[in-house]
């Protein structure tokens, strides 16, 4: 699986962006996909996620500005931010999980674009 986001940028606090991650590959072995950030000197946190069933999921800092989506069509899963912060900036990083069931075992595969810069000025 290969994933190459897009959409990052600058902007003001209380403005709009939006970051894509287009995947390709065995897409159809996805299981999950989901948006991490990494603000410097922090670890990576999950941002949203939404699962090959479409549910979907989103950290209690973004919850009612974020919002994560996708067109299955075109492999590509959107995260829509609104009303950002400044401490919305990061290298927003895409994921796929990939999960392989065996008899003995379940494994988690774990695929990472190359990160896609988002900074809030305020």
């Known amino acids: 699986v290969q994933l190459v986001e897009s959409g990052g940028g600058l902007v003001q606090a209380g403005g709009s962006l939006r970051v894509s991650c287009e995947a390709s590959g065995r897409v159809s072995d996805i299981d999950t996909m989901a948006w991490y950030r990494q603000a410097p000197g922090k670890q990576r946190e999950l941002v949203a996620s939404?699962?090959?069933?479409?549910?979907?999921d989103h950290a209690d800092s973004v919850k009612g500005r974020f919002t994560i989506s996708r067109d299955s069509a075109k492999n590509t899963v959107y995260l829509e931010m609104n009303s950002l912060k400044p401490e919305d900036t990061a290298v927003y990083y895409c994921n796929a999980r990939v999960v392989v069931h065996t008899i003995e075992r379940s494994t988690t595969f774990d695929y990472w674009g190359q990160g896609t810069q988002v900074t809030v000025s305020s």
């Open positions: 939404i699962t090959n069933g479409g549910r979907t």
